[in-house]
T-cell receptor, first 110, second 114 residues
Framework: EDQVTQSPEALRLQEGESSSLNCSYT??????LFWYRQDPGKGPEFLFT???AGEEKEKERLKATLTKKESFLHITAPKPEDSATYLC???????????FGQGTELSVKP | GAGVSQSPRYKVAKRGQDVALRCDPI?????LFWYQQALGQGPEFLTY????????KSGLPSDRFFAERPEGSVSTLKIQRTQQEDSAVYLC????????????FGDGTRLSIL
């Protein structure tokens, strides 16, 4: 059964303190791994898609990496506006649905 | 262009009432998805459409849940005889295909069953 586990559940950082969020997954056939950001009261906002092990993508202070078993979202020198819940999801090759993790709630204090 | 639009944003209903939630996808997107999100959890898949065809409804929790997309554009999620456990945020997403393109989400409908 496809499964996604994110850690930690919550992360508090000081502004400028770099860190990483983890997404471990098991999937029968990986179609893609997706990272989303979700602000309170809003829908998930797409950040990255990773398709194969070794792939990396960057956007501003965020960098996503992928191995055969997990993905990391690295946050470099975060700012308070990076505070949000970060969701990881996998799509398998059996259809269109995404399987989401429970999310990591990131809080960045000035 | 406009993103995915959902209405209403908030819905309060009494237990036993029927509710209908609407989703307007991004124009031209052939695939449309419904998810349910409980507080503090990630979204859980309910069902998806490619154009007007419902290709997967394996996530619908019971036969009280019904979704349709008759003209391959707007979709409606209907819940009959609502129960308290149906209280959640219902998210709609659309994508330009069902495989590798990312799904883009609306802001959801928050459903509260009293």
């Amino acid at each position: 059964e496809d499964q996604v586990t994110q850690s930690p559940e919550a992360l508090r950082l000081q502004e400028g303190e770099s860190s990483s969020l983890n997404c471990s997954y098991t999937v029968s056939g990986l179609r893609g791994l997706f990272w989303y950001r979700q602000d309170p009261g809003k829908g998930p906002e797409f950040l990255f898609t990773l398709y194969s092990a070794g792939e990396e993508k960057e956007k501003e202070r965020l960098k996503a990496t992928l191995t055969k078993k997990e993905s990391f979202l690295h946050i470099t020198a975060p700012k308070p506006e990076d505070s949000a819940t970060y969701l990881c999801a996998v799509g398998d090759n059996q259809g269109g649905k995404l399987i989401f993790g429970q999310g990591t709630e990131l809080s960045v204090k000035p | 262009g406009a993103g995915v639009s959902q209405s209403p944003r908030y819905k309060v209903a009494k237990r036993g009432q029927d509710v209908a939630l609407r989703c307007d996808p991004i124009s031209g997107h052939v695939s449309l998805f419904w998810y349910q999100q409980a507080l503090g959890q990630g979204p859980e898949f309910l069902t998806y459409f490619q154009n007007e065809a419902q290709l997967d409804k394996s996530g619908l929790p019971s036969d009280r849940f019904f979704a349709e997309r008759p003209e391959g554009s707007v979709s409606t999620l209907k819940i009959q005889r609502t129960q308290q456990e149906d209280s959640a945020v219902y998210l709609c997403a659309s994508s330009s295909d069902y495989s590798n393109q990312p799904q883009h989400f609306g802001d959801g409908t928050r459903l509260s069953i009293l």
